[in-house]
């Protein structure tokens, strides 16, 4: 039987008792008879009146319910914004969400040859790709750099929080400057950018948001008393708009990891980093590439939402919390 999408809603907030948002259909059969029907959100921005579709009995938790599938989805590619997308992590992420199909909008303070180059190989993998300029700890950088987003590629499914810096030294001199800067920018960013793109996922019909903590936001590290903050502070937004926001069809996941070969961490004291080597059970770093496929598949996989994952070759569980 052939149902028509005769008039609809979609409810962008979420009905008790369901803890979930969802569209409401009138649909019309051949022989003119209508009912109302339940539409999922995955169709959010893209229903339209006499969609061609088909109408099933779903059985849920709170009765059988009439359901309507849209038959004409249109399939617009789904977008991923990551921040601080010239660095070794975020350009390894942009490459693998790539590859997993996503256009890309490649952001940070900087352009630079490794931009360039992320750039062009996205574009060898046939996905559209943009770069836009966000500074992650100037709200105002970060609404416009969204709303360019937005007016290029129309919708952002996917945010990687993944803007961060270090500023290292022993708390009696430590700077509040070098406390300020980088709680503004591992932190903050992530609430800014989360805040900013968050109602455009709503608008879709979901999304995910990973915010790049550290093994250090949960085991701490000596020298890092702002580092450290800011890393266990993403890990504190990260359960929070899990709640929050998985009425919405949002998912957020943190990923932890241990030292992964990048500018940030060949920067470290070699000491600090041998004697790093000696604890892991895996004495070596990791590569961007492992962090970036274990992005995708929380991106990937529907289950993950308000956990943190370290990828760490077995450190975390090697350091005592003492
Ligand atoms: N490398 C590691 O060992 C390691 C371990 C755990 C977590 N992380 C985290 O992974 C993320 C990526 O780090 P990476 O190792 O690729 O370092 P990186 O220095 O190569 O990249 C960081 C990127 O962030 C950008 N950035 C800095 N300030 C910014 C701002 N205000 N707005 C937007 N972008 C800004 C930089 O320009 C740079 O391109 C960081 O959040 C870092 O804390 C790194």
């Not at 919708?155 to 290292?168: F, S």
Request: glycine share 8%; proline share 5%.
């Amino acid at each position: 039987m052939v149902w028509k999408l005769i008039t609809y809603t979609e409810l962008y907030a979420p009905v008790p008792p369901y803890k979930s948002t969802f569209a409401i259909g009138v649909v019309e059969d051949e022989k003119g008879n209508r009912v109302i029907a339940r539409i999922d959100r995955k169709y959010f921005g893209r229903l339209k009146s006499n969609m061609i579709g088909e109408v099933i009995d779903e059985w849920t938790a709170f009765g059988a319910l009439k359901k309507f599938i849209p038959k004409e989805e249109v399939r617009t590619p789904k977008v991923a914004l990551i921040t601080g997308g010239s660095g070794g992590i975020g350009s390894a992420i942009a490459i693998e969400l790539a590859k997993a199909g996503y256009a890309i909008a490649l952001s940070d303070v900087v352009y630079n040859k490794d931009t360039e180059k992320t750039l062009e190989i996205v574009k060898s993998l046939g996905v559209d790709s943009m770069f836009v300029a966000i500074d992650v700890s100037n709200r105002e950088s970060v609404e416009k750099g969204v709303s360019e987003v937005i007016n290029k590629f129309g919708r952002i499914d996917v945010l990687i929080n993944n803007a961060g810096i270090t500023r290292d030294a022993y708390l009696q001199r430590m700077t509040p400057e070098d406390w300020d800067t980088v709680i503004k920018i591992n932190l903050t960013g992530a609430f800014y950018c989360s805040r900013a793109v968050v109602p455009h996922m709503t608008r879709y019909g979901g999304g995910v948001v990973v915010n790049i903590s550290s093994i250090v936001g949960l085991i701490g590290n000596v020298g890092q008393t702002n580092y450290a903050a800011s890393k266990s502070g993403l890990i504190g937004i990260t359960y929070t708009l899990a709640k929050e926001l998985a009425p919405y069809g949002i998912r957020v996941v943190a990923i932890a990891p241990g030292f992964v070969k990048t500018r940030m961490a060949l920067a470290v004291p070699k000491s600090i980093l041998r004697d790093y080597l000696k604890r892991s059970p895996i004495p070596r770093l990791i590569e961007p590439e492992e962090v970036a496929k274990l992005v995708r598949h929380v991106v990937e996989n529907e289950a993950l939402n308000g956990v943190v994952i370290p990828i760490d070759l077995g450190l975390t569980i090697s350091s005592p919390r003492a």
